[in-house]
């Protein structure tokens, strides 16, 4: 190729020259030899349900923050945060973050909370690939109403529902967009999700000739 765009531009700072060369972005493929995977969203956004499927398709270990939680203080969620309250889960979430990130290779599913404390998203963007979960709150509240899971999802406010799922998503949708990496479309079935993720990874082809699923992401 000969034909080159030069266009000069003109910038305040001086000293932020930059001259682009070919394949300058190029990311780095993606290796969960030395990145984990972390799932970001809403309660019910399917973080948990999408985090086995896909370390079963990568033949990898998967870890849920909350399953950690549990294991490590022996109570479910709702119990510790009756007896010791909400700061008292988020030490716990921390601790089982720095426990899930220490090692790369694994496909980690997330708390809906994690995103709140910088440690934690600072921890996540400096050892792997995040993910994040998109959904609206109509797909959430179907979600909790169909499958309460009370022990895992005590109320975080005292708010009803739908006012609760509105308030937190509000609090929290910027953090989680800052924090990922890729955006996927929590409605999408559990087997579309795996393959968005490995088609974002450059792990898989996309395919285009189907159609529907093509329009459907957009
Ligand atoms: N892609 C999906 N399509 C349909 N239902 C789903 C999907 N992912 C999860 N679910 C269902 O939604 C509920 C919440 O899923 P879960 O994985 O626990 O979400 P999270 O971990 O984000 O809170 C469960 O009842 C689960 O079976
Ligand atoms: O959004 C939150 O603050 C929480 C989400 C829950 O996990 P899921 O998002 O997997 O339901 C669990 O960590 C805890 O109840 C707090
Ligand atoms: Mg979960």
Redesign the pocket.
Known sequence: MTNFIKKKVEIEDDAATMTFRPGQFKREPFSLQKKNIFLL??????????GKALAETLKCPCVDTDALVVAEAGQSIDAIVAERGWDAFRALEEAALIKAAALPGKVV?TG?GIILSKANRDLMYSSGVSFY?AADAGLLIA?ML??P?VAQRPALTPLALHDEVAAVMSEREALYMAGMDHMLQ?H???EE?VDDVLVALGLKEWDYSEKERVLDRY
């Open positions: 969203g809403m309660r019910a956004s399917g973080k948990t349900t999408l599913s809906g979960l979600r169909r499958d899971n929590a999408r079935s559990v999700l």
